[in-house]
């Protein structure tokens, strides 16, 4: 076996069913692997020297291709459906003993990292790769351990990751040649015929969405960063709602831009980088993004001059989900290790397609719960396999059900204890459309966001006086600091006020069928949190 790179731990791969033949690469650094990917043909340079890759015809997620082992460890912990669908014990080590026997002699690549900046629930893991890229990928998105550390690295899981192999869904038990599968008794993750290297990031977020909250821990997809006097803010959002761009703010230390867990300590990083989206990035909108983008960083779909290697972040030729990873550090100011103490304040961000909500308003306890449990966004485009390109709105429970292996409910009810306990307040920040729907109005400015955001967090809006929405029931600032007082007003905003009122109404209704349908059962009080009835 060849053998190369630093300090492989004394915990090998034998015992998995890897060939003692194949040939592994182990903990490669950034330099080498960028020089392999680029040997190998798997990216080119750009100008301003990150990796620039494709995913092929893959350049989301496949939701659809997700599975986890239904055992005697997750039969009853699982909230078994469409999102967590199940694959048979026997049908995962089909797979398994196939794609050994596929990978043997294959040139592999070994990364051994950590999840979670938190010491006391920081969880080992082992990334096995086909390509370089995905292995640099790897290295930039999770916690890199010290090199003291990697000769007794033990994964906790082991992920592998071959784009190359295909399943037979005649015999595999999946619905196509592609398998993104946790098997939480074997501790395995096998990720296959996809090039996506987020289905890594989400596949860990998985496996850490079921184990924390065993532990007390509630697991949450959110941006976090801290600002003055020690006030840490939350930011819960689906892609393409804005936890990256609005946690990354040169006032503030970004402690991190997608997953975090709320422990009895405090809140903390599941990553060690961030997975950007940069479709129409520009240095003066976010110049903290922008500026992260070097050697190291890995730009997927990103289009690039074959000549001047020079990016356009403007063009969707590939897909409107390009994407960048990076280290946390190549944010200025980022708070390393990512922790943190409880948050002061906690943003429900929505991306609004219809343009009706309020562009900014706090909730009560009750309505935070009530807008937690509905998760309501409008999805953009590119970052699920199949999507169309038009903005669709949607409910995603917890603003993360895709990852969420148990029901929403344990993860809500976790929340509202801590948010009762530390006494946070919450906010629902609207960075869609205002003026009319998606296609008429035009998007939220995102000068005007931020300032909103900003004055929340740091208490400006507190003693501000509110009214009451009459039909979503939020509580509206009547001004705030940097901001227009029309841009307050979503009602205003329209042209047409009857149009305002069925498109309010009709929003309303997918709210209350949304909730009926999924959590009926929740208490009276939570129900009546939410939009107002006709």
Known sequence: MKNEGVSPSRHGLGELGF???????????????TEMALVRQEGV????????????????????????VRD????STVAWGSVNQELAPEEFEGIWNRLMTFLYH??????????????????????VTQRAWHS??????FIKPALEQLAAHKPEFTIVFAPDFKCDPTLDGTQ???????????KLVVIVCTCYAGEMKKSVF????????????????????????KRVALFFGLSGTGKTTLSADRNRRLIGDDEHGWSDSGIFNFEGGCY??????????????????????????????PVTRLLDYDSEEYTENTRAAYRAHYIDNALIPGTGGHPTDVVFLTADAFGVLPPISRLTNEQAMYHFLSGYTARLAGTERGMSREPQATFSSCFGEPFLPRSPLEYARLLGEKLRKHKARVWLVNTGWVGGPAGVGSRMKLAYTRAMVNAAVEGELSDVPVRQDPVFQVHVPQFCPGVPNEFLDARGLWAGKDAYDRAAAGLAARFRRNFESKFGAVGADIAAAGPAGA
Request: include cysteine; charge should be positive.
């Open 19 to 33: 060939q003692e033949a194949a040939v592994k690469w182990w903990n490669l650094g950034t330099g080498r692997l």
């Open 45 to 68: 340079l750009a100008g301003n020297g990150a990796l620039v890759v494709r995913t092929g015809q893959f350049t989301g997620r496949s939701p659809k291709d997700k599975y986890i």
């Open 72 to 75: 005697s460890y997750t039969s």
């Open 106 to 127: 294959k040139e592999l690549f070994v990364a051994d990292l950590l999840a979670g900046a938190d010491l006391g629930y920081q969880m080992p893991i082992r990334v």
């Open 136 to 141: 640099m990928f790897a290295r930039q998105l």
């Open 176 to 186: 196509t040649e592609t398998c993104i599968c946790v098997n939480f008794t074997r």
């Open 206 to 229: 998985t496996i850490l969405n079921h184990l924390l909250p065993e532990r007390g821990v509630l697991p949450m997809h959110c941006s976090a960063n801290l600002g003055g006097h």
């Open 276 to 305: 950007a989206k940069c479709i129409r990035l520009s240095a003066e909108a976010e110049p903290q993004i922008y500026n992260a983008i070097r050697f190291g960083c890995v730009l997927e779909n990103v289009v690039i001059d």
